[in-house]
């Protein structure tokens, strides 16, 4: 069975620095997709980013940037300039591209609490 | 586009109690998934439906849950009798099919509180 481990379970940054939050996995296969969620204090899930395992080329949108590092099963969240509404729970998942049963299902690590400070 | 819609937002009920919980997916999605989260044990997975039909119910703790999804648009879980430690916040989320790169929508939680 696939795993995601958040291993921080907490950071924080200064407002206008760049953070990054760390995230491994676990899994057999071959081909996949991760995504980083974000769930600020109105507990509200907000979709971050995303990356397809077969692309090498990592994502970003905006202030936010991933390195995937596939043989390393590692795909961490890199937050340039800082804000303070960037100040929340931050969830790294994964989900199988398998077109069987648990195609559907995103498996979430344990989070990382993200303080940044004025 | 009004985004997955949750009711109650907040439920206080006494254990014992049967509670009930519900959402409205986008439209178009023809996947829906039922989600807990708590301090302890993080966002778990407790149910998932592909069009209106129960695909995964491994993550329902037990007969006292059920979760049922009557037409496209609404799904229900329920929670009979229930029990403190039911205690979380419920999630309801969406995502239409073709493929593993579309991704999750959520809806703004139920936080369920068991005295």
């Known amino acids: 069975a696939q795993t995601v481990t958040q291993s921080q379970p907490e950071m924080s940054v200064q407002e206008a620095e760049t953070v990054t939050l760390s995230c491994t996995y676990d899994?057999?296969?071959?081909?996949?997709?991760l995504f980083w969620y974000k769930q600020p204090p109105s507990r509200q899930m907000i979709l971050v980013i995303r990356?397809?395992?077969?692309?090498?080329q990592n994502a970003t949108e905006n202030r936010f940037s991933v390195n995937f590092q596939k043989a390393a099963k590692s795909f961490s969240l890199k937050i340039s300039d800082s804000q303070l509404g960037d100040a929340a729970m931050y969830f790294c998942?994964?989900?199988?591209?398998?077109?069987?049963?648990?195609?559907?299902?995103?498996?979430f690590g344990k989070g990382t609490k993200l303080s940044v400070k004025p | 586009d009004a985004g997955v819609i949750q009711s109650p937002r907040h439920e206080v009920t006494e254990m014992g109690q049967e509670v009930t919980l519900r959402c409205k997916p986008i439209?178009?999605?023809?996947?829906l998934f039922w989600y807990r989260q708590t301090m302890m044990r993080g966002l778990e997975l407790l149910i998932y439906?592909?069009?209106?039909?129960?695909?995964?119910d491994s993550g329902m703790p037990e007969d006292r849950f059920s979760a049922k999804m009557p037409n496209a648009s609404f799904s229900t879980l329920k929670i009979q009798p229930s029990e403190p430690r039911d205690s979380a916040v419920y999630f309801c989320?969406?995502?239409?099919?073709?493929?593993?790169?579309?991704?999750?929508?959520f809806g703004n939680g139920t936080r369920l509180t068991v005295t």
């Open positions: 439906f592909n069009n209106n039909v129960p695909i995964d």
């Open positions: 998942a994964y989900r199988s591209s398998n077109y069987g049963g648990s195609q559907g299902n995103l498996i």
């Open positions: 439209s178009g999605h023809d996947y």
């Open positions: 899994t057999s296969e071959s081909d996949y997709y």
């Open positions: 990356q397809e395992a077969y692309k090498q």
């Open positions: 989320a969406s995502r239409r099919s073709g493929g593993g790169w579309s991704p999750l929508h």
